[in-house]
């Protein structure tokens, strides 16, 4: 079982930054792929980003390529999510997962996932 771990949320003005984390930690099995997605009430869950297992492979959707940036520290099994520019529309509960296929992440099918950690953003 992995255990994930979110933080670094809070609330920011727009165009303000924020840098989120997550620890995995457990028995893996294996390097994991790992991912952000978000949630904002009402709506359905999306991806933000995703990083391969040796970190340089990743996935931006268009609505955050360019503002945010995903990073890893595998020896710290550890995650990051640099957000800049941040708009009211990137207000939700934002999420890690994980899991051993890198497709698995990006289709939002990963096996392990965090609790969340809140983001809003105010205009």
């Known amino acids: 079982q992995v255990h994930l771990v979110e933080s670094g949320g809070g609330s920011v003005l727009t165009g303000g930054s924020l840098r989120l984390s997550c620890a995995a930690s457990?028995?893996?099995?294996?390097?994991?792929?790992m991912g952000w997605f978000r949630q904002a009430p009402g709506k359905e869950r999306e991806a933000v980003a995703v990083?391969?297992?040796?970190?340089?492979?990743?996935y931006y959707p268009d609505y955050v390529r360019g503002r945010f940036t995903i990073s890893r520290d595998n020896g710290r099994n550890t995650v990051y999510l640099q957000m800049n520019s941040l708009r009211p529309g990137d207000t939700a509960m934002y999420y890690c997962?994980?899991?051993?296929?890198?497709?698995?992440?990006?289709?939002?099918?990963?096996?392990?996932w965090g609790q969340g950690t809140q983001v809003t953003v105010s205009s």
């Open positions: 457990g028995n893996t099995g294996g390097p994991l792929s």
């Open positions: 990083i391969y297992i040796d970190g340089d492979s990743m």
């Open positions: 997962a994980a899991d051993s296929v890198f497709g698995a992440v990006t289709s939002g099918r990963a096996k392990f």
